[in-house]
């Protein structure tokens, strides 16, 4: 048997507010975090060893170190930052991509399309309510499916109804049977439909 292809999503960004706002946050932090720990670590460095070195080097030579330091922070932080965007954007599709499939998948349940299945590409996030909207459709299609069933035997109980009084007005105890038996139905059928609240 051959090995089920597997789907890609072509297009990274399919929600871009959701997205963009995930990767500001995420780049911020991180521009953040690493400013804060750079200069920490260079302002501890430089104050611990400052005495020590102003000693061993002319006060012109410590200052073109404490710039080239700088620099070289400052060039690091540009140089990783195209990564600190790709990064988020490579993993929030895995978040808006399931959003974007439910909130369509949602929209063609509202319009009364319950033929649907909810599939997500492997490694998504969001699986799990997925699988409980996958499973909500199938209980109603179950429901509506019995439903369906039941409309129909009441449908041919009435015609059996009809056909029973027009070949013979006076076979009273064949309609009362077959009245009953809708009667049975009817209430089946609304025992059914009462499992749904609707207000």
Do not use: C
Request: charged share 20%.
């Amino acid at each position: 048997m051959p090995a089920k292809p597997m789907f890609r999503r072509k297009q990274y960004i399919v929600k871009k507010g959701m997205q963009f706002r995930y990767i500001g946050i995420v780049f911020g932090l991180v521009i953040l975090a690493s400013i804060i720990t750079g200069y920490t670590v260079f302002a501890t460095g430089w104050t611990l060893l400052g005495e020590k070195l102003a000693s061993v080097y002319p006060q012109g030579r410590l200052m073109f170190v404490i710039k080239a330091t700088n620099v070289a922070l400052i060039r690091n932080l540009l140089f990783i930052s195209p990564a600190l965007f790709i990064l988020p954007l490579l993993f929030s599709h895995r978040i808006a991509g399931p959003v974007y499939r439910i909130e369509k998948s949602i929209l063609d349940i509202t319009k009364g399309d319950l033929a649907l299945k909810i599939k997500l590409r492997k490694g998504d996030e969001l699986t799990d309510l997925a699988e409980i909207i996958n499973s909500m459709t199938e209980n109603i299609r179950t429901t509506i499916a019995l439903n369906k069933d039941k409309s129909a035997a009441i449908q041919k109980d009435l015609d059996n109804i009809r056909s029973a009084i027009a070949a013979q007005p006076q076979d009273r105890a064949k309609i009362e049977s077959v009245i009953t038996s809708l009667q049975t139905k009817l209430t089946e059928l609304d025992s059914s439909l009462n499992t749904w609240t609707t207000s």
